[in-house]
């Protein structure tokens, strides 16, 4: 894992090494352009999620003059799978466990280490964990991480003193965290994985980004009827399940996939496999099984369900839509969309009209056999017979 941190560290120093403004101020309008390039302070960049960098001091002339500048030994971790961020020629990133970095780019002189405690505060829950976690979010000098017990984490940017932190999961549960939160409009949004270990039922919590306080949630597969639905979305989601299905979880857990849009106010929310992974156990009767395998659209302020689009209706084989969502506007039909676009594990590559969940495009990006195409004047896939193994043993791909 060594030689993996090297790799990022020797690029980010180059890249932060051109940051020209100091104390800059990380909010949804530099979140929006993401400045001249000097910093990367979001997960993806920009809030359009494109990684995309205007720098152009490194080129195909001079990339092979290019060497280590310095290296940075963490013995201690295992894990180094983050997206760093970096801003005003600090990195920031998370290793093994959330342990959480500063570092100046320039040096490599570590400026402060946190450890949240996750191990500690997991207990006999660890046996189950990853270790691993994908990276911080950085808003207006926060620094917010989450820890795969389950806790968000806010922190001081410049010392690394904790704020606040919030148990986003009922800790007596097999949930767990291992997300990059994503911030918008003073608030900070994760989700949770833990369907594979356990009866889990997903959804994604929006907090204040100021105090740690839930602002909403966001439920993606309904639960129990008998204890009522808690909107609208959840009592049309459940005419699409059958049998109990609540007793397995349901699934649709967000371990990854959040984007938010700022030109609809909305956040796009990519969604998990169900629980089980066969639907004739969870849904014997079966249906669409909604929201499993989705992007769905709610407010950004509120949480409340505006749209979606199912990439695999009663879905079957774990192919999830957590992928990331990236942001863009794109030629159609002579017009110019806003457009969102993701390729999940099921094969497919999609552009959709963020403005109301309309499919535009899906074509394989991979070998897929599952399906022979999707169905653009219904949304839906043409599955090839036998893709849901209903007379034994079927291989399919992905």
Known sequence: MRSELKGWVAGLALLAGSAQAADTVVDDAYLANGGDGGNWPA???????????PL?????GNVKKLGIEWVLDLPKE???????????????????????????????????????????????????????????????????????????????AKTGKQLWEAMTVDPRKSYYVNGAPKVFRDKVIIGNGGTEHEAARGYVTAYDVNTGKQAWRFYIVPGNPADGFENKAMEMAAKTWTGEWWKHGGGGNVWNGMTYDAEFNQVLIGTGNGSPWNQKIRSPGGGDNLFLCSIVAVDADTGEYKWHYQTNPGETWDYNANMDIVLADVKYGGQTVKALLQAPKNGFFYIINRANGELLSAEK??????????????????????????????IVWP
């Not at 022979?372 to 949304?379: N, Y």
Request: charged content about 30%.
């Open 56 to 60: 152009d001091q490194i080129n195909a």
């Open 365 to 394: 990006f991979g070998k897929a056999t599952w399906a022979e195409r999707i169905d653009l004047k219904t949304g839906r896939p043409v599955e090839v017979k036998g893709a849901r193994y209903e007379d034994g043993e079927e």
């Open 43 to 53: 997960y993806g960049r920009t809030s359009t999620e494109q990684r995309y960098s």
């Open 78 to 156: 295992r894990s180094l799978i983050a997206t760093p961020l970096v801003v005003d020629g600090v990195i920031y990133f998370t290793g093994s466990y959330s342990h959480t970095y500063a570092v100046d780019a320039r040096t490599g002189k570590q400026l402060w280490e946190f450890d949240p405690k996750t191990i500690e505060r997991a207990g006999d829950r660890l046996r189950i964990m990853w270790d691993i976690n994908r990276g911080p979010a950085y808003y207006k000098g926060k620094l917010i991480i989450s820890t795969v017990d389950g806790r968000l984490v806010a922190l001081d």
